[in-house]
């Protein structure tokens, strides 16, 4: 069965410092890998997907996400924190090319002045 | 601004009572999804609409039904409300064509139930 993880509830990180979130699939085929970000009291926005090519996907806010078959990993990265930044991340994995989304658990991500 | 509209913001009912949530997608967009967000379960998927068929439907209970219009609005229905239904639901809209699985969040409708 296909499905997402993502290991980490929350994610604390001072500004200015890098940031990793962490998400990790299971899929068969090929998989069609997402960020979506949400803004406390808004819906989710799209950050950025991952469908074939080179494994570095850049996004929006600057964030960048490494897709690593061998560990079946979609980690989402950022060089250096914002305050701004501050938000609930999701991975979603594509299932059955039917544009229906499997949704990780949400990790929340604080960071810190 | 995502371009796709939820009514109402905020709905506030009583136990056993019915409500109907409405979404407007993006122009052009064909496909509709509900979900539900709680503190306790997270992001669940309830149903997908395309182009007025039903596509496919998750973790959708019973009480709780919806449909596309041919103006490609979006209403779901939640009946026999419950303590437990209080939770953000969130609706969504994407392209058919050339879509590749973005979807275009509304801001949701957060439903209190007392």
């Known amino acids: 069965a296909q499905s997402v993880a993502q290991p980490e509830d929350q994610v604390n990180v001072a500004e200015g410092n890098p940031l990793t979130v962490k998400c990790t699939y299971s899929?068969?085929?090929?998989?069609?890998l997402f960020w979506y970000v949400q803004y406390p009291n808004r819906g989710l926005q799209f950050l950025l997907k991952?469908?074939?090519?080179d494994n570095l996907v850049k996004g929006s806010y600057g964030f960048e996400a490494e897709f690593n078959k061998s560990q079946t990993s979609f980690h989402l990265k950022k060089p250096s924190a914002l305050v701004s930044d501050s938000a609930l991340y999701f991975c979603?994995?594509?299932?059955?090319?039917?544009?229906?989304?499997?949704w990780g658990a949400g990790t929340k991500l604080i960071i810190k002045p | 601004d995502s371009g796709v509209t939820q009514t109402p913001k905020h709905l506030i009912t009583a136990t056993g009572q019915r409500v109907t949530l409405r979404c407007s997608p993006r122009?052009?967009?064909?496909?509709v999804y509900w979900y539900q967000q709680s503190l306790d379960q997270g992001l669940q998927f309830l149903i997908h609409?395309?182009?007025?068929?039903?596509?496919a439907k998750g973790n959708i209970l019973e009480r709780f039904s919806a449909q596309q219009f041919p103006d490609l609005h979006s209403e779901l229905n939640l009946s026999s409300l419950e303590l437990g239904d209080s939770a953000l639901y969130f609706c969504?809209?994407?392209?058919?064509?050339?879509?590749?699985?973005?979807?275009?969040f509304g801001a949701g409708t957060r439903l209190s139930v007392l």
């Open positions: 609409y395309y182009n007025g068929e039903e596509r």
């Open positions: 899929v068969s085929g090929n998989p069609y």
């Open positions: 969504a809209s994407s392209p058919r064509d050339g879509g590749t699985g973005i979807q275009y």
């Open positions: 991952y469908i074939t090519g």
């Open positions: 979603a994995v594509e299932k059955d090319s039917n544009y229906q989304l499997i």
């Open positions: 122009s052009g967009d064909l496909s």
